[in-house]
């Protein structure tokens, strides 16, 4: 099986940069994505590492270590907006050659004034 | 909006009650994936249809079952419920096969009372 783990609650100020750490456990791995989740909201995707490295999209910026199954993404010039919780996804396969998307259980980040 | 349409949005039953939740994929997308988020809980994969074909499973229980119509809409058959089914269901597709990329639809929350 998979097992993601990410801090379950992180805090920041607006304007802050604040950072979600991912670390998984998993076989038959693929990439790692990350998804923003506004309150009743649906699933927004972020980004998706493949390779090792930094991958920047505007303030958000995601990065990936395959030797040490590890990610985190980066969130910057933090807005109110930005409270939600946060998933990181890995995807792995399942059985020939498909694969499937699991998710962690979300770290939920709150930006305060 | 993502473009994936799922109904109903809420919907109330009793135990044992079967009922059927459906989805249509943005357009050209020919994968649709099923997702359960109980309440504050992570998103679980149940499965995914590629062009009508099942493509990968997730824990899916033999009570649920979901289909994939020539159209590409899709349909999440959930029987004899349960009081723990109640939980938010999430439609996604994508174009690829296999892809961190997900678009996902607003849900359809399910009580069982």
């Known amino acids: 099986g998979q097992s993601l783990e990410q801090p379950s609650e992180v805090t920041a100020v607006e304007g802050a940069i604040v950072q979600i750490n991912c670390t998984y456990q998993?076989?038959?791995?693929?990439?790692l994505s990350w998804y923003q989740q506004h309150d009743g909201g649906a699933p927004t995707f972020l980004s998706y590492?493949?390779?090792?490295g930094l991958e920047e999209t505007g303030r958000f910026s995601s990065f990936l270590s395959r030797s040490d199954s590890y990610g985190y993404l980066l969130l910057q010039e933090l807005q109110m907006k930005d409270s939600a919780s946060y998933f990181c996804?890995?995807?792995?396969?399942?059985?020939?050659?498909?694969?499937?998307?699991?998710f962690g259980t979300g770290t939920r980040l709150q930006v305060t004034l | 909006d993502s473009g994936v349409t799922q109904t109903p949005k809420h919907l109330i039953t009793a135990t044992g009650q079967r009922v059927t939740l459906r989805c249509s994929p943005r357009?050209?997308?020919?994968?649709v994936y099923w997702y359960q988020q109980s309440l504050d809980q992570g998103l679980q994969f149940l499965i995914q249809?590629?062009?009508?074909?099942?493509?990968a499973k997730g824990n899916i229980l033999e009570r649920f079952s979901a289909q994939q119509f020539p159209d590409l809409h899709s349909e999440l058959n959930l029987s004899s419920l349960e009081l723990g089914d109640s939980a938010l269901y999430f439609c996604?597709?994508?174009?690829?096969?296999?892809?961190?990329?997900?678009?996902f639809g607003e849900g359809s929350r399910l009580t069982v009372l």
């Open positions: 996804a890995v995807r792995v396969l399942n059985t020939g050659t498909a694969s499937k998307l699991t």
């Open positions: 249809y590629y062009n009508g074909e099942e493509r």
């Open positions: 996604a597709s994508s174009v690829a096969r296999a892809t961190g990329e997900l678009f």
């Open positions: 998993t076989s038959g791995f693929y990439g």
């Open positions: 590492n493949a390779l090792d």
């Open positions: 357009s050209g997308d020919l994968s």
